[in-house]
């Protein structure tokens, strides 16, 4: 099973940009695909973008789309976030997580496809 690690949270004023990292050991990296979820206080964790187990196909939810970029090193076992034009609606724990399949042919949003999580790192946006 794979073992992920968050980094790159912190403060940063609205319209700003982060990168948060996500670091893999332990396993198979390149045979699943990745995914970036979000938890704010008070609501559920949410999907925000994904990668392919080849990093072929990417998918964003509708709230980052064009502000946002997943990207992933196989040969590194790392899996990039860029987040840019942040705005205070973006503020929440962000967590790294892996497929629970291998080589799945799509990018799945549902938090229930995927079963190893990092422990999550806070983006906090001031307006």
């Known amino acids: 099973q794979v073992q992920l690690v968050e980094s790159g949270g912190g403060l940063v004023q609205a319209g700003g940009s982060l990168r948060l990292s996500c670091a893999a050991s332990g396993g198979t990296f390149s045979t699943y695909a990745m995914g970036w979820f979000r938890q704010a206080p008070g609501k559920e964790r949410e999907f925000v973008a994904g990668v392919s187990w080849s990093g072929g196909i990417t998918y964003y939810a509708d709230s980052v789309k064009g502000r946002f970029i997943i990207s992933r090193d196989n040969a590194k076992n790392t899996v990039a976030l860029q987040m840019n034009s942040l705005t205070p609606e973006d503020t929440a724990v962000y967590y790294c997580?892996?497929?629970?399949?291998?080589?799945?042919?799509?990018?799945?949003?549902?938090?229930?496809?995927?079963?190893?999580w990092g422990q999550g790192t806070q983006v906090t946006v001031s307006s």
């Open positions: 997580a892996a497929d629970r399949l291998k080589y799945r042919g799509n990018v799945s949003h549902h938090p229930a496809d995927f079963r190893s």
